[in-house]
């Protein structure tokens, strides 16, 4: 069993104490119709995420209504790959991360209809390519099976922390790119996949919303794991971030029903566009709704108030968390 390159930090063994704390501390008493709602919402924001960080358009509101059936005038890839996603996380909880078998049923789903040989490792030479050229050249197609049987194999046998081996897997998954098209999304579902062997939890913090928030720091880290040849620095990153997602979810009281007041049409129409671009300000509000700058200043006063949405960091360089979706 070929064991793959990395060094974990001091840093990534503080982290993963925090985050096992956190997970003690953490539990989220979903039931009921309420548990439903943030399901449907939580996936939405997943597959919207996750296409986004490969350049789908899509919006949430239209990723929603594609889920709900209904017609939306977009690219047909586009549409396309909301489906497939839709398709792949409704089998989430049957997918075993520990199966390689699993893994490729899972890009054929994908990936259908969107590549030929969905399902199938590459069979030609595949680069990763960024605005100045080829940033990676991933392994030649002969070693791809031999490459990702070891990684399984390693993946299964390893004693190492989960956490340490849910976030090499997702860099060697990454650096090998056994796929010609649809490993980013891949690597980040079976990043979560494996995460929720350790805690449940993480299927409602998945890696995917992680890293749609962070897309530079995430691909500075690769570059750096590349740059040293061994994943620590993604470790030390992709540790960070799951540890970020856990604190604000504990600082986000979930309630145990469905809040008795309902939005009115403006303030539905600032937490769906907040949703969508968390890092919108009151004057862009203002342009998108129509309402006047302190009309919309009241607005968000409101849905403070009423815990709906929640402001993180500076008022410069912070950003909106919507803490409850309404469908």
Known sequence: MATPPFIVSAEAINLIAEISA???????????EHDLMLRKANRIK????????????????E????????????????????????????????????SEKD?????????????????RYHSGGVGVFGENGLVH??????????????????????KDHLLIRSCVFHYEFEFIHPFSDGNGRTGRLW????????????????????VHANQQEYYSAIALSNSEGQSGPFID??????????????????????????????????LRLLSENPRLTRAELAVKTGLTDS?????????????????????????????????
């Open 22 to 32: 956190l997970l003690e501390r953490h539990n989220i008493a979903l039931e009921g």
């Open 46 to 61: 997943t597959i919207h995420s996750s296409l986004a960080i490969e350049g789908n358009t899509l919006s949430e509101n």
């Open 63 to 98: 990723v929603r209504d594609i889920i709900n059936g209904k017609q939306v005038v977009a690219p047909i890839r586009q549409i396309q790959e909301v489906k497939n996603a839709i398709r792949v996380y409704d089998i989430y909880s049957q997918l075993n991360p520990f």
């Open 103 to 119: 893994l490729l049923k899972a890009h054929c789903i994908m990936m259908e209809a969107l590549a030929n040989d969905a399902g």
């Open 137 to 158: 050249m991933a392994p030649p197609p002969l070693r791809v099976p031999e490459l990702m049987g070891d990684l399984f194999a390693w993946l299964k046998k390893s």
């Open 191 to 210: 990043q979560s996949l494996i995460l929720g062997r350790m805690n449940p939890l993480f299927e409602h913090l998945p890696v995917e919303n992680m």
């Open 237 to 270: 990153f992709m540790l960070k971030e799951i540890m970020k997602a856990l604190q604000r979810s504990i600082k986000e009281e979930v309630p145990n029903k469905a809040p008795n007041k309902v939005p009115n049409k403006s303030e539905l129409s600032i």
């Open 295 to 327: 009309g919309v200043k009241k607005i968000i006063a409101n849905l403070k108030a009423c815990g709906w949405i929640e402001r993180l960091g500076s008022n410069k360089s912070g950003h909106w968390t919507v803490k409850y979706i309404f469908l």
